[in-house]
């Protein structure tokens, strides 16, 4: 007899262990696998679970603790496989590391919106819903054999008038739909004669559509039909950096490389060939970047060199985007993976190089159960595949830079310069102590009024790096000193003059901003520290008061205000570039991947 370990998807403490369930020998028409969600009954009920594991028994070789008379048989499956038994590992691990519920472990493992749940109905029984996102098939008219001999009826306009359109090459019943109206009835007579064909195709939900609007399959994608970008010649620092890291990978032990490298010392060069190099030797790779820098120019750098070889996994996505990107890999057509933190579970076979950029990010941190560290979990798997491990940071965490003094697994290289071979930029500090102590009122130092107004009477383009969004920091009153702080969070409240509230930027927390003092009832709230709606403002007023510039220069502001809306971080870069001069103000999100070679100042 087959016992199966199930996690029950029922996120309580009290049911945080597997139980276990027998087999039945007839699976029906989803076979039960490591992987599956399955129906099983829980008490009066029924509930849904994930199998971890399925072990063979003999009949009376039961495991300590097991009463035959009380196993329960699984009712049936509910989905194909989401992980297989090294997921099922890792969801093991990660409960037993980060003390965190062993359901919602596996949950990190299953596609966005795709797991069937049950729920409760009116009259209080408990029923199957099925998942809210899925694949998507659209229906394809393509020529049939009789398409050249076909006379339409004198009264057939329809099917004239879409044997027409497929003389064009094929077409969407959408397409066909919205140009001539109702078309059921005559593509079922066209299909009967041997006119037409239907056909159902599945479309990518957020990709380009190709003439058949439907993913790559594995065989296309084995041969890529577009061209590569040119690889540029490789600096020595570079060089070395990826002989050290496909050392690390043909050794196969998981061990990890840290690049350390100087801001545009060709860092992203540097993974793009050693992701090339893994995927010549037949195994698979996946990058990850924090979420902010996860920009158009970030992915198009991976998709111009592998092309539809590239599965993209983030949050700006919608819920059916990810699914069918997570479905995508699960396919075996993605070889590389490109993605936040979450990219890692996703269901990469064959894993041989795991590139984290920008390790030192505290994104890679997630900040609800499962508490996992990104680094932490890439460095596990890496060992169970025999895969390497490639940090990148122009700044390494301390965690980092202890390993590679003390652990013999973990290597660093360094590229301490620029693959331009152009000195780094020279850096000014000024003291604003002075400048206000000189009669300057203004938040803008001088030396950077001077160089605004150069740069942008040249037209050229200038960017503005503040690391605080919103109007103000927080407001004080003057009378009691009470700053309005967020009750979860214990942190001052952000001001924002747009909509005139006030809101935590850590759990979303929202008030309307307070005439006077909650505290003293005084009219005399001040506000302190500028964000960039603010900075926003006071840079409108200096830049239509510089006679060289005049009020025409955009200023593009990009924080996580502005690119909340999908495609919004595109759309935004793509103003900046398109303007001959601009300014960019935003948060530390315009510091990632900015790649405008007419861009002088920061």
Not at 126 to 145: F, I, S
Not at 207 to 212: H, Y
């Amino acid at each position: 007899m087959k016992l199966a370990s199930v996690i029950l998807d029922i996120p309580t403490q009290a049911l945080d262990a597997p139980y276990t369930y027998a087999v039945p020998e007839e699976a029906g028409d989803q076979p039960i696998e490591v992987g599956c969600a399955v129906l099983v009954p829980f008490g009066p009920r029924q509930a849904v679970g994930f199998i971890i594991g399925i072990e063979e028994r003999a009949e009376g070789d039961w495991p300590a603790g097991l009463d035959p008379a009380k196993l329960k048989g699984i009712v049936r499956a509910v989905s194909r496989p989401y992980f297989d038994e090294e997921g099922a590992a890792c969801a093991q691990w990660l409960s037993e590391r980060y003390i965190a519920p062993l359901s919602s472990c596996v949950r990190l493992f299953t596609p966005p919106g795709g797991v069937p749940r049950m729920v409760r109905a009116q009259g209080g029984y408990w029923r199957l819903e099925e998942p809210t996102v899925g694949e998507v098939d659209d229906r394809w008219v393509v020529p049939g054999p009789a398409l050249a001999d076909f006379e339409p009826r004198k009264n057939a306009v329809k099917q004239a008038s879409i044997a027409a359109a497929l003389e064009r090459g094929e077409l969407r019943v959408a397409e066909l739909t919205a140009e001539f109206g109702a078309v059921s009835s005559p593509l079922k007579a066209l299909e009967k004669q041997g006119v037409v064909r239907i056909e159902h195709r599945r479309r990518m939900r957020g990709m380009a559509e190709g003439s058949a609007g439907s993913a790559p399959s594995a065989d296309s994608a084995a041969v890529p039909s577009f061209t590569p970008s040119p690889k540029p010649p490789l600096t020595r620092g570079q060089a070395d950096a990826l002989a050290a890291i496909d050392a690390a990978r043909s050794r196969g032990a998981g061990e990890v490389v840290l690049v350390d490298g100087v801001t545009g010392s060709g860092k992203t060069e540097v993974y793009l060939q050693a992701i090339e190099e893994t995927l010549a030797a037949g195994r698979t790779a996946c990058v990850l970047v924090p979420e902010i820098s996860l920009t158009p120019q970030t992915v198009a750098r991976f998709r111009g060199r592998f092309g539809d070889l590239v599965a993209v996994m983030h949050s700006r996505m919608s819920q059916g985007e990810r699914y069918d990107q997570w479905d995508f890999i699960r396919s075996g057509a993605a070889r590389v993976v490109v993605g936040a933190r979450s990219a890692l579970f996703t269901p990469l076979s064959n894993l041989g190089l795991i590139v984290i950029d920008e390790e030192h990010e505290g994104s890679y941190k997630q900040d609800s159960a499962p508490r996992y560290h990104a680094r932490d979990v890439a460095v596990w798997m890496a060992r169970r595949a025999g895969a390497a491990v490639v940090l990148g940071s122009a700044t390494p965490s301390i965690e980092a830079l202890h390993a590679c003094a003390k652990n013999p697994s973990w290597h660093q290289v360094s590229l301490p310069e620029r693959a331009n071979g152009k000195p780094l930029p020279e850096v000014q500090v000024v003291d604003m102590a002075k400048e206000f102590s000189g009669g300057s009122r203004s938040m803008f130092a001088l030396p950077l009024a001077r160089a605004l107004e150069e740069e942008l009477a040249a037209g050229r383009k200038a960017v503005l790096l503040l690391n605080q969004r919103g109007f103000a920091k927080f407001l004080l009153c003057r009378e009691c000193g009470f700053v309005p702080e967020c009750p979860s969070c214990s942190t001052s409240l952000t001001y924002h003059e747009r909509g005139n509230f006030l809101i935590c930027h850590h759990c979303g927390y929202r008030i309307p901003t307070p005439p006077v003092c909650p505290e003293c009832g005084s009219p005399y709230l001040k506000k302190f520290g500028a964000g960039t709606q603010r900075v926003e403002a006071e840079l409108r007023v200096l830049l239509d008061e510089m006679p060289g510039v005049g009020p025409g220069v955009p200023i593009v502001r990009m924080d996580a205000d502005t690119t909340s809306g999908k495609g919004a971080h595109q759309r935004l870069l793509e103003e900046f570039a398109a303007a001959d001069a601009a300014v960019l103000l935003g948060t530390q999100m315009i510091a990632k991947g900015l790649d405008f070679e007419d861009v002088t100042l920061v």
